[in-house]
């Protein structure tokens, strides 16, 4: 797929970066340079790791590194072709650490069908968004990496076309302490599922749906939402 590089501004940013040449992939690249996509948390300080799963070509990555400098981002990608343009678009970062695979409920090589506009819509499950075709690639239990990992994740970002929910579940001993999780969904069954298990120790901060079946949203640790907007603002209810 052609290439083509081009400069990016958002909050704290200003970068060469490369995308597919694509209004996807360009499209992308904006929202979430500009903060739209993953809107930074105000609140929320003594960011030192970010796990970036599902990170594609990198702009997440690249992001995450500029709004928090002193942090070591961690950028898992699957797929060969798209890590060869995640390795140039972060190699200028010390703070970005790549690995060429992905995560998954069990360590194995798995089919990632090829995306039919772009390689974000690349999946390992099978839709009207991919080809009949794909690339082997290798996928490795989250603990495979976590249970190396002597620091608590601060932020998790998941977006990894319609596996989260295998991901996220897999990922249960870490849940509970991580500050930010931005997670992205692709089912509504997915959703609800995600949401009943992040329900006791996360609250959702904001989000955005784009159907019913898609949909993009940041969960924010209970105990980190500031007290003045801890409790909703309930009217008189009478029956």
């Known amino acids: 797929m052609r290439k083509v590089k081009g400069y990016f501004e958002g909050p704290n940013i200003k970068t060469k970066f490369?995308?597919?040449?694509?209004?996807l992939s360009r499209g992308i690249a904006v929202n979430i340079f500009s903060g739209i996509t993953y809107p930074k948390v105000p609140f929320i300080e003594g960011v030192k790791v970010i796990l970036d799963v599902g990170a594609n070509i990198g702009a997440f990555a690249v992001y995450a590194a500029s709004m928090y400098p002193e942090a070591k981002v961690y950028a898992f990608e699957p797929s060969k072709e798209?890590?060869?343009l995640l390795k140039e678009n972060t190699t200028s970062f010390q703070n970005i650490n790549i690995f060429n695979y992905g995560f998954d409920k069990e360590a194995r090589k798995a089919l990632l069908y090829t995306g039919i506009h772009d390689s974000?819509?690349?999946s390992l499950k099978k839709s009207a968004r991919v080809k009949d075709s794909g690339e082997e690639v290798v996928m490795m239990k989250p603990e495979a990496f976590l249970d190396g990992l002597s620091e608590d994740i601060d932020i998790l970002k998941l977006d990894v076309e319609g596996n989260e929910r295998e991901v996220l579940f897999q990922?249960?001993?870490w849940v509970d302490r991580i500050k930010v999780i931005y997670l992205e969904y692709h089912s509504e069954i997915a959703r609800i599922l995600m949401d009943s298990?992040?329900?006791s120790s996360h609250a959702l901060w904001r989000g955005k749906v784009e159907n019913i079946h898609r949909g993009e949203f940041c969960y924010i640790r209970k105990d980190l939402v500031p007290e003045n907007i801890l409790t909703p603002e309930l009217g008189?209810?009478?029956v």
């Not at 490369?18 to 209004?23: E, M």
């Open 120 to 122: 974000v819509e690349s």
């Open 171 to 173: 990922m249960v001993r």
């Open 82 to 84: 798209v890590f060869e």
């Open 18 to 23: 490369t995308v597919y040449d694509t209004a």
């Open 236 to 238: 008189e209810f009478r």
């Open 197 to 199: 298990f992040l329900v």
